[in-house]
């Protein structure tokens, strides 16, 4: 999958900011009154996460960001191109990628915007920053990629319990030390369909659910398709298949669809045979890396490679240059599917992608404190003044106002003695 020509080029860094809160899904399901099993099993989600007022797509963004240079300690001077995906971004026309390189101190020689396309938006990032360094464009420089967003549906919907927040960044660049990705094994997807959307006047998504998941699945089809162009053998050597997670039982679907393209016909999960088949294929190339999903939720673009970041944290020697999958889907709808190799390093980076620690010490949030947030937050684009010691934000970087019409941001703590990387 190298190509001779080329060096390697692909994720070297990569770090998860989440907000400092959660609901877990038996609390609202019992506040909605909806057997909990329908949410932990038929969703397969645990808790989601839940952005407080002060907890913005500029304040997540920024923080991934930060984390991910710090901890594989990259020269922020290197970074020439920055993009931040997200579909939930904080202005109509200024982009978050412009607040994030201020935040982070970044050169002012260096390429910074904004893509939005649903779920899709930092994939979009992902390929056109591999497709910048491979062009020679680069000269050496590094992207930095995140993906970030805020999964709001509103209350009482049946979308309410697929949200979540958080931001995942990522630094591409040649000879990475996680994931190489090889042009050659991109395929891309698009078709114009109303199965989730945002219009401009609503903070919430509108979302045709059980059309959303067939959309999903037919794009799936077609990226794969597109990627592999018939190439099926490459999955009998699949490590891992990847997938949007939109909400962890999305990636059962996805898998199922994926044999079927695989062996092309239908399969049966109500046979014998083709039940023990699937389970066998799912739990050993997709469930392992679906626990960070369930903690998080539905983090829309970054879904994808927060199941990467699972992966990643569990990753051995043995398993240096081994293949995986990823798809990445975005409603109305625009797909990607292709293939990654690990890297011989990412072993040694696996303690260093792991967020448990951060999400263990995350704040348990009841029904009323949830709905409490919920509402603080559709007043806060307006509000002059936060404290975000009212939602327990001690640290970091918070969303302190919006005074003048312009949105002002704070490093807190400890964090405000070193704001910048
Ligand atoms: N015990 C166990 N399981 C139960 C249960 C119980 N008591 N009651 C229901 N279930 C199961 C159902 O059988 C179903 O599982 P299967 O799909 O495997 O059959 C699952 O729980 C969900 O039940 P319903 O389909 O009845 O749930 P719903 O109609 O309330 O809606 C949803 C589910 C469509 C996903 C909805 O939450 C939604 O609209 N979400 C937002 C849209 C979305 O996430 N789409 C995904 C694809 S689009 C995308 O990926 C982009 C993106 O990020 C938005």
Redesign the pocket.
């Known amino acids: 999958m190298t190509d001779s020509h080329h060096p390697p080029v692909g994720i070297d860094a990569l770090a998860l900011a989440c907000p400092k809160a959660f609901i877990a899904m038996d609390t609202l399901a019992e506040a909605r009154g909806v057997?909990s099993?329908?949410y932990t099993?038929?969703?397969g989600q645990e808790k989601m996460a839940i952005a407080s007022p002060v907890e913005d797509t500029v304040t997540l963004a920024t923080a991934a960001a930060r984390r991910a240079l710090e901890t594989f300690d990259v020269d922020p001077q290197s970074i020439g191109t920055l993009i931040v995906g997200t579909e939930t971004g904080v202005d109509h026309s200024k982009p978050v990628a412009v607040y994030v390189h201020e935040l982070l101190g970044l050169p002012e020689r260096c390429r910074t915007f904004e893509t939005k396309h649903?779920?899709y938006g930092a994939s979009a990032g992902l390929t056109t920053s591999l497709d910048w360094i491979a062009s020679g464009r680069a000269r050496g420089q590094k992207a930095l990629v995140i993906a970030a967003d805020i999964?709001s549906?509103g209350l009482n919907t049946?979308?309410e319990?697929?949200q979540g927040a958080g931001a995942v960044a990522m630094v591409i660049g040649e000879h990475p030390r996680l994931l190489r990705i090889h042009p050659n094994t991109i395929g891309d997807y698009t078709r114009q369909v109303m199965?989730?959307w945002r219009p401009l006047y609503s903070k919430y998504?509108l979302?045709d659910?059980?059309y959303?998941?067939e959309?999903?699945l037919e794009a799936l089809a077609g990226a794969r398709a597109a990627a592999l162009d018939g190439g099926d053998e490459v999955f009998d050597e699949l490590l891992a298949c990847l997938y949007?997670v939109?909400?962890v039982?999305?990636a059962?679907?996805a898998h199922r669809k994926e044999l079927e393209c695989v062996h092309h016909r239908p399969f049966d999960l109500d046979t014998a045979d083709d039940q023990a088949r699937f389970d066998a294929s799912y739990q050993r190339l997709v469930a392992p890396w679906l626990s960070l999903n369930a903690q998080v939720g539905?983090i829309?673009t970054g879904?994808l490679y927060l199941a990467l970041m699972d992966l990643i944290r569990q990753s051995q020697a043995s398993w240096a240059d081994r293949r995986v999958s990823l798809f990445s889907?975005?409603?109305g709808c625009g797909a990607t599917y292709m293939l990654g190799q690990i890297a011989p390093s990412a072993h040694q980076w696996a303690g260093h992608c792991d967020p448990q620690a951060d999400l263990d010490q995350r704040r348990r949030l009841s029904v009323g404190e949830y709905e409490a947030m919920i509402a603080a937050v559709e007043r806060a684009e307006r509000a002059e003044k936060l404290d975000p010691s009212d939602w327990g934000v001690l640290e970091g970087l918070a969303y302190v106002g919006t005074q003048d019409h312009q949105r002002q941001y704070r490093w807190l703590g400890r964090d405000a003695l070193t704001p910048a990387v």
């Open positions: 057997p099993a329908k099993q038929g969703l649903a779920c999964a549906y049946p979308g319990p697929t199965d989730f998504a979302a659910g059980h959303s998941i959309c999903y949007h939109p909400f039982k999305m059962h679907k539905n829309y879904s889907y975005g409603s």
